[in-house]
């Protein structure tokens, strides 16, 4: 079995759909603590030929708080009307908006679950077929430190891999896991171009921008484009 672990992002990039993409179960991290301006919260979309920064307002956010005592904030709204106005002539604006609108205006309040919510469902469109595991209500080992954390979940889990994003190869080794009885890959992508408007080409935006742009066979064929190292 093949996992991966990471905090949930609000609408992520490509790179974070060929993580889930790659792995049996996918860990939601919901119980380490809140990143602040990180992409938990926020990503960016095109506008005017340019990347431009959204984010979904929180409430008790901090860094000294767990993701999943974060609160939903009140813009929701005022996002899917940004989007709207952003996208109306892309070509998939119809069915990409129909599913945002619905994601974005659902009423779960705790962020980690609403931001969960969207991935599963993204996921369905893209025809992922992932496990998702939501880490605070399983494992019972936050008390444990990161990379004794990681080898505990994937233990309970009776997984033989562990995929990792491509930055974690500054931080972990491969022998250190072995030791452990894992083995370790990471996640490198190929490059991922497509059409959008008349515009040169603005890469590493939200997941939305691909859906606005391309039917879901596309973009899953995006997703399959990478290998683990």
């Known amino acids: 079995m093949k996992v991966a672990i990471m905090q949930p992002y609000l609408f992520p990039y490509i790179p974070y759909w060929q993580l889930i993409h790659s792995v049996d179960v996918f860990v939601v991290y919901d119980d380490v603590n809140y990143i602040v301006r990180g992409f938990i919260n926020r990503n960016y979309i095109l506008e005017r030929g340019k990347p431009k920064l959204f984010t979904l307002n929180t409430q008790g956010a901090s860094q000294n708080r767990k993701i999943n005592q974060v609160?939903?904030?009140?813009?929701a709204e005022k996002l899917t009307k940004n989007f709207y106005h952003q996208?109306?002539?892309?070509?998939y604006f119809e069915s990409t908006m129909n599913i945002i609108s619905?994601?974005?205006l659902n009423n779960e309040k705790k962020l980690?679950?609403?931001i969960t919510a969207t991935l599963k469902k993204i996921c369905t469109y893209l025809s992922i077929n992932?496990?998702?595991i939501d880490s605070s209500e399983v494992f019972n080992n936050a008390g444990l430190r990161e990379t004794e954390r990681i080898v505990d979940i994937c233990k309970q889990l009776d997984a033989e891999v562990y995929i990792n994003p491509i930055g974690g190869r500054i931080l972990y080794s491969k022998d250190e896991f072995a030791e452990k009885g894992l083995q370790i890959f990471f996640i490198e992508s190929n490059p991922v171009?497509?059409?959008q408007f008349q515009n040169l080409f603005v890469p590493n935006l939200s997941i939305i921008d691909a859906m606005m742009f391309?039917?879901?066979e596309a973009i899953h064929e995006f997703v399959e484009s990478y290998q683990l190292v």
């Open 193 to 195: 171009v497509y059409k």
């Open 214 to 216: 391309n039917p879901p």
């Open 87 to 91: 996208y109306r002539k892309a070509p």
């Open 102 to 104: 619905e994601l974005l």
């Open 130 to 132: 992932t496990k998702f």
């Open 71 to 75: 609160s939903v904030g009140g813009n």
């Open 112 to 114: 980690s679950r609403y």
